[in-house]
T-cell receptor, first 112, second 113 residues
Framework: GEDVEQSLFLSVREGDSSVINCTYTDSSSTYLYWYKQEPGAGLQLLTY?????DMKQDQRLTVLLNKKDKHLSLRIADTQTGDSAIYFC????????????FGRGTSLIVHP | DVKVTQSSRYLVKRTGEKVFLECVQD?????MFWYRQDPGLGLRLIYFSYDVKMKEKGDIPEGYSVSREKKERFSLILESASTNQTSMYLCASSFRGEGAEAFFGQGTRLTVV
């Protein structure tokens, strides 16, 4: 099955950029999702990228995909205290596989 | 708006009790999942179901069972609760199609004393 690795913590100052990294093992991953979990809540889809793309920008969010190295990153520009949350990388394969697999999640802590 | 609703936000149960966690979705999704979330361990899949009355074990099924009698409802059962089952439980659902997004409930924080 898919193995997904993320660092556990990231601490940044308000206004700085945050970069959350993820590596995965399944080269057939066709959809690569980022989920956000706010304290005490479930996960919500934040953004995603298709495997035939290198980059996707969505307002303050930029997703970069290096398919050769199986590396995904999420950049948050002008990080705000409201961005404090756990971020999960979730590559998802096409074909017959339909079980979402998640990394351990990166806790983003934003200091004022 | 897709809604996945878990019956309780917080539960406190005694060791040895039988515990039912209920999850309902309103988007006619074929797939439903139960995960548990523990600090530093991320989300671990307990069971999933791809159709009514169908179920498959995930990575950590021991001590749990599930029931899917109707398409919209997926129940997680702790046959005899133990303290090591104290955790956050998350239900999710999705369409079966390629790359379909998973939608999550708000989670149930279960404490077994």
């Amino acid at each position: 099955g898919e193995d997904v690795e993320q660092s556990l913590f990231l601490s940044v100052r308000e206004g700085d950029s945050s970069v959350i990294n993820c590596t995965y093992t399944d080269s057939s991953s066709t959809y690569l999702y980022w989920y956000k979990q706010e304290p005490g809540a479930g996960l919500q889809l934040l953004t995603y990228i298709f495997s035939n793309m290198d980059m996707k920008q969505d307002q303050r969010l930029t997703v970069l995909l290096n398919k050769k190295d199986k590396h995904l990153s999420l950049r948050i520009a002008d990080t705000q205290t409201g961005d404090s949350a756990i971020y999960f990388c979730a590559p998802r394969s096409g074909g017959g596989s339909y079980i979402p697999t998640f990394g351990r999640g990166t806790s983003l802590i934003v200091h004022p | 708006d897709v809604k996945v609703t878990q019956s309780s936000r917080y539960l406190v149960k005694r060791t040895g009790e039988k515990v039912f966690l209920e999850c309902v979705q309103d988007m006619d999704h074929e797939n439903m999942f139960w995960y548990r979330q523990d600090p530093g361990l991320g989300l671990r899949l307990i069971y999933f179901s791809y159709d009514v009355k169908m179920k498959e074990k995930g990575d950590i099924p021991e001590g749990y069972s599930v029931s899917r009698e109707k398409k919209e409802r997926f129940s997680l059962i702790l046959e005899s609760a133990s303290t090591n089952q104290t955790s956050m439980y998350l239900c999710a659902s999705s369409f079966r199609g390629e790359g379909a997004e998973a939608f999550f409930g708000q989670g149930t924080r279960l404490t077994v004393v």
